[in-house]
């Protein structure tokens, strides 16, 4: 994190806006800073559906609590990036809005059914894939009646291959949220 860096508002803040062209306008100006910087990913947007009031991390850091405003804010901000050479990547697949622990510190167990992961926090995951973000960022969640393994879907064979590149069908750049995290 680049503390001498132009600030930019909050995913919520651009969640409120109504015209998507200012959203794709965002992404082009953040692009923009990011090449003067010389980078070439930017670790968002954030794709998490900010749908638990006890979740410490995510709230300010999410578009909204709706998978649809998510998907669409999502993707006009991945668009004005990547028009302009910068790697969206969206994140923490497979989602972590509805947790109430921070997986810097600790890492949250969502215990979801495989429908309410398809239909809520999958949703915005979906839509990205197949408008071609060019990145995801796996985060340190576990889904015990999704992967046995009840390890955190960063680290999980299954999460990653079967349900993020086949299921989802995305073969683009996989990474994972910071290894030194609690999570």
């Not at 100006?29 to 995510?58: E, M, R, S, T």
């Amino acid at each position: 994190r680049l503390d001498s860096a132009q600030k930019f508002p909050w995913m919520m803040t651009l969640g409120a806006i109504q015209d998507e062209d200012l959203i794709y306008q965002f992404g082009n100006h953040v692009a923009q800073q990011f090449h003067k910087l010389g980078l070439h990913i930017n670790f968002a947007p954030v794709l998490d559906i900010n749908n638990n009031p006890y979740n410490p991390i995510i709230d300010r850091r999410s578009f909204g609590e709706d998978r649809g405003l998510v998907a669409s804010k999502g993707f006009f901000y991945m668009q004005g990036l990547q028009d302009n050479n910068i790697l969206a990547c969206a994140k923490h697949f497979p989602g972590h809005g509805d947790t109430d622990i921070d997986s810097h510190n600790k890492m949250p167990i969502l215990y979801h059914s495989k429908s309410r992961l398809d239909s809520i926090e999958l949703y915005p995951f979906n839509d990205m894939v197949y408008n071609g973000v060019s990145s995801i960022m796996v985060g340190h969640i576990s889904l015990p009646k999704i992967d046995s393994a009840k390890l955190p879907a960063t680290l999980s064979s299954f999460m990653i291959k079967e349900l993020l590149q086949k299921k989802l069908v995305f073969d683009g750049l996989v990474v994972t949220d910071a290894l030194n995290m609690g999570g």
